[in-house]
């Protein structure tokens, strides 16, 4: 069973830069997507990025340009980095996967079946 360990959150003033890293227990041998989630309270629950099997990578409007997904396989963790951080980024930042071979989708965070504990991020105007 894959488990998911999220860390580097923590503040920021705009316009920092953060690393996130996901501890990925066991890296899945068939496709997959690992994907980064993020969460207000109160708010829906919105995709950020995503990456493959095959290193093919997606993100979210909000956030492109700015952050970058990677994965590094030989150390089973998968990393977010937030370049020109925003107070609008300030979320729970979660991991995410899904084992079901399908393609890369944020839009629907029912395909993810595995998650991380989440790890918090404020960014500060």
């Known amino acids: 069973q894959v488990q998911l360990v999220e860390s580097g959150g923590g503040s920021v003033q705009a316009g920092g830069s953060l690393r996130l890293s996901c501890a990925v227990s066991?890296?899945?041998?068939?496709?997959?997507?690992l994907a980064w989630f993020r969460q207000v309270p109160r708010e829906e629950r919105e995709g950020v990025a995503a990456?493959?099997?095959?290193?093919?990578?997606i993100y979210a409007d909000s956030v492109k340009g700015r952050f970058a997904i990677s994965q590094d396989i030989a150390e089973n963790t998968l990393y977010l980095q937030m370049n020109s951080l925003k107070p609008e980024d300030t979320a729970t930042y979660y991991c995410a996967a899904d084992l079901s071979g399908d393609p890369c989708d944020l839009r629907d965070y029912d395909d993810f079946s595995i998650w991380g504990q989440g790890t918090p991020v404020t960014v500060s105007s």
């Open positions: 990456i493959n099997d095959i290193d093919a990578a």
């Open positions: 066991q890296y899945p041998r068939s496709r997959y997507c």
